[in-house]
């Protein structure tokens, strides 16, 4: 099946840095990709969608300039959290939209960035 | 407004029983119904979909279960096992459309040996 690799899996930052997190369409070419957030022991929520060589676009309550998406690539897409606080801590999750597939099974999930700040 | 609402939000069944697990979702837009399961520390897995073209679907142990009169669909896992012991979500999307998945809020289930 398809593969969506997400690096890296585990990360911890002081408070005031920045984290890229990248998420690869290993074998398909992904023309969107969807980046969730989830808190423990809740539900992914949806931050933003993300399109080859185009804007991100952000779900309400999602800062942009805090949360920068580049999608510059057909396998690539990552997820900066600027400055990072404390509140910023939570498990990252993307996936990826295969194309040219039928109406099967066509999203692919990465394995997750848990991400800590101290 | 929660779009896709699920229940319960946790489940205890012994082993050999069946797990029945429940959603309803808001917009009529949508066309695509997965089921996911995810254990700690990753991501979330695609046990199961179905459309809306079709009242039920079967594979292996999990049976989907879709009223689309109702806007509700359930997830069945028979025979249930230890190892089935994990979270599960509902979704739904505007597939055609190439939207987001929207997710309900989970089920844990235990299953007890």
């Known amino acids: 099946g398809a593969v969506v690799s997400q690096h890296p899996s585990r990360v911890i930052c002081k408070s005031g840095t920045s984290v890229k997190i990248e998420c690869r369409s290993l074998?398909?070419?992904?023309?969107?990709m969807f980046w969730y957030r989830q808190f423990p022991k809740q539900s992914l929520m949806l931050m933003a969608t993300?399109?080859?060589?185009?804007?991100?676009?952000?779900e309400q309550g999602v800062e942009k300039d805090k949360f920068l998406i580049n999608h510059a690539s057909l396998t690539l897409s990552t997820l900066t959290v600027t400055s990072a606080h404390p509140e910023d801590s939570s498990f990252y999750i993307c996936?990826?939209?295969?194309?040219?597939?039928?109406?099967?099974?066509?999203?692919?999930f990465g394995s997750g960035t848990q991400l800590s700040v101290l | 407004q929660q779009q896709v609402k699920q229940s319960p939000q946790s489940l205890i069944v012994q082993k050999g029983g069946i797990s029945i697990i429940n959603c309803a979702y808001e917009?009529?837009?949508?066309?695509?119904f997965p089921w996911y399961q995810q254990f700690p520390g990753k991501g979330p897995a695609l046990l199961i979909a179905?459309?809306?073209?079709?009242s039920e679907k079967k594979e292996g142990r999990f049976t989907i279960s879709f009223n689309k009169s109702a806007k509700q669909f359930s997830l069945h896992i028979m025979d249930s096992q230890p190892g089935d012991s994990a979270t599960y979500f509902c979704?739904?999307?505007?597939?055609?459309?190439?939207?987001?998945?929207?997710f309900g809020k989970g089920t844990t289930l235990s299953v007890s040996s």
């Open positions: 996936s990826a939209r295969r194309q040219g597939l039928g109406p099967n099974e066509k999203l692919f």
């Open positions: 074998d398909f070419q992904a023309t969107t």
């Open positions: 993300s399109n080859e060589g185009s804007k991100a676009t952000y």
């Open positions: 917009n009529t837009a949508f066309d695509y």
């Open positions: 179905i459309r809306p073209d079709v």
């Open positions: 979704a739904a999307s505007k597939d055609q459309a190439g939207t987001a998945l929207i």
